[in-house]
């Protein structure tokens, strides 16, 4: 009879059984709380007053997170051996199965299974906090706060990713959130020769989040262990330059745990309580590594994250200021060949006309998502007519978006005043017309006086002039998004991300034009150095689009059949 009678965990109510047999395995059900896209379950009653510790973890789907996750509850509750029982609080299937069924289930391989479909059913929550209180000086001396980030690198792509390092900013910057790291844990198999696309690209997008201060806590979780020596998975770690704490011989600090903790002993027992003795052994050392390791204030992380979202926005607005400024400029130029055209025939009819394509932005509306008082806007500036921040998901209000600074606006042209934004669900665009001018037509575009328009020398001086003012205005941006970028490496842990990649494409090219060799070489060495990388993330993404590629394929043959 299995020792759990003993009423050791009688105490808590928030199970449900799931399995019978050896060991006895109780789905935990403690209360959820969700805000927004982040959720927060807590298993006992916090005390403010004792300490935590703080965990987030990064790994990839199969990696055994889940599974470690379930290990770390169970080893903060006491739980033993002998107890012979077991406790999920992950709820891999989003439904509980009948103990009927899950009696004749081998629970022997199926954790990849189960990681999948942990990752379907995590699509509502893109931050998940374990908050595990109440149970210190069972072997832990402190509570434990484990942070899980299952909507990372998943099959909604690059957009989904940015709406998890946004619910990060907001679980860091909130007051009952979380302020503090202890470790950030990478969870990889032992197995692993080398680290996936996916991996890499998940890897490098949290890691852009944090300051460089991080390093020193970043450790290694070996899943799947034997409790020999991971050679494989260090190896991996290695080649990849991954920066982490490193111990004696220059190694990455590590971590073994095994994988079978619930599965039925019944023949196998001696050979898993080995196994279980391994993970037994890993976590009492990760307990030791966390009790002496002090926390990171984020402090640094939301300016990352402050910093980033800010850079982002104002590339994006640049983009669009180019894109306004390069046909603006074409335009001018129409003029200027159109008035040397007609020099002789405007002396004697100063009614000729000449089509032109004249830019100009229009309201374009769209439907965004909504989500209690929050909604997928843009924040708009009314007097620059600019998109300061598109899309905007995460705030009701321009004046508490994260490209307000100080009462005014980081990002559009003038940096105007709160008051002179708004959050709609529509942005402006940039389009294209034909009109037809006559010379009077043009003076008045121009803001020309008669005394500038009574020579052609003059019109043109005047437009060269123009000419030239929205070239230093082009200059100026392009200086603002480099000293941007500039910031971001000197703070940033690790500036690798798929979208400072496009940002970096984008400037280079622009300071090529510009004739900056300096600087171009300075982003150059940046996009070198974020290469590896990013190919990983674009190979990464390039698979998931052909994969959904595949299954519209396929669906669309299984309704001609």
Known sequence: MAMYNSNRFHHIKCKQLIRRGSPEVYQLTPPKETIGTLTRITLGERNVKETNKTILLLGETGSGKSTLIN?????????????????????????????????????????????????CVSQTSDVIVYQICGFQDKTLPFSLTIIDT?????????????????????????????????????????????????????LDSVMSLFGKDMEENIVSLITFSDGTKPKNALKTLKTAQIKCAKGEKDQPIHFLFNNCQNEKRGERKEALENAYKTTMTGLRQFGEFLEKKSPQMLE?????????????????????????????????????????????????NENFYETFDEPYKERENFNGRRQGDYFEGVICCLVCEENCHDPCERVSKPGSCKVMKRGHCAVCTNKCPVSAHVKEQWRYVIKTRKVQRTLQDVKKWFDMSQAECEKTASQLETLQKKMNKLQEEKHRWLEDAYQHILSLEQIALNTKSLSTHIHLDFLIEKM????????????????????EGTRAGLSYMLGRARAAAGKVVKEIGQLRM
């Not at 640049?318 to 335009?331: A, G, H, V, Y």
């Open 71 to 119: 290990a770390l509850v169970n080893y903060a509750m006491g739980v033993r051996w002998e107890d012979d029982v077991w406790f999920k609080i992950v709820d891999e299937k989003g439904n509980r199965q009948s103990e009927t069924e899950e009696e004749d289930k081998s629970q022997s391989g199926s954790e990849e299974e189960e990681e999948e479909e942990s990752q």
């Open 150 to 202: 299952p909507g990372y690198g998943d099959t909604r792509g690059a957009k989904q990713d940015e709406k998890v390092s946004k619910s990060l900013l907001d679980l860091f910057r909130s007051e009952d959130g979380v302020h503090e790291i202890n470790v950030v844990g990478l969870v990889l198999k032992a197995a692993e020769n080398r680290l996936s696309d996916r991996f890499r690209y998940v």
């Open 300 to 348: 640094g992380t939301v300016t990352v994250l402050k910093d980033r979202i800010t850079l982002e926005a104002c590339i994006k607005n640049l983009k669009e200021r180019i894109e306004f400024i390069e046909p603006k400029q074409r335009e001018i130029q129409q003029v200027q060949e159109a008035l040397r055209r007609h020099e002789q025939e405007k002396k004697k």
């Open 512 to 531: 090529k034009e510009k004739g900056e060799a300096e600087k171009v070489r300075r982003l150059e060495e940046i996009q070198k150095r974020e290469d």
